[in-house]
């Protein structure tokens, strides 16, 4: 098991930007396959972006690309989200996620064991 610690959430304008980061510990970093999901009040939650074990593969939800980039440091055992051009409708907790890399990157929460805790992005108008 895999534990994820995120940071970087607050409260931005729209338009503004955020750097989310998740922390890894107790496993090999780079045999992971790592990606970002959130949930917003009253929705469930929903993938948001996956990186491959060494960074080369990176799929995004269609609402986030060209505003989101992910990125990760395998010597520092983490993962980022930056996040440009945020909307209102961004606002959710965000959560990192850790799946061993030859399961692929699947989009479905439950395919996932290992999670943090959350953070709490919030887009003002």
């Known amino acids: 098991q895999v534990q994820l610690v995120e940071s970087g959430g607050g409260l931005v304008q729209a338009g503004g930007s955020l750097r989310l980061s998740c922390a890894a510990s107790?496993?090999?970093?780079?045999?992971?396959?790592m990606a970002w999901f959130r949930q917003a009040p009253g929705k469930v939650r929903e993938f948001v972006v996956g990186?491959?074990?060494?960074?080369?593969?990176?799929y995004y939800e269609t609402s986030v690309k060209d505003r989101f980039t992910i990125s990760r440091d395998n010597a520092k055992s983490t993962v980022y989200l930056q996040m440009n051009s945020l909307k209102p409708e961004d606002t959710a907790v965000y959560y990192c996620?850790?799946?061993?890399?030859?399961?692929?990157?699947?989009?479905?929460?439950?395919?996932?064991?290992?999670w943090g805790q959350g953070t709490q992005v919030t887009v003002s108008s």
């Open positions: 996620a850790a799946l061993p890399y030859y399961y692929g990157l699947p989009r479905t929460d439950r395919s996932y064991n290992d």
């Open positions: 990186i491959g074990r060494n960074g080369g593969s990176q």
């Open positions: 107790g496993r090999t970093f780079s045999d992971y396959n």
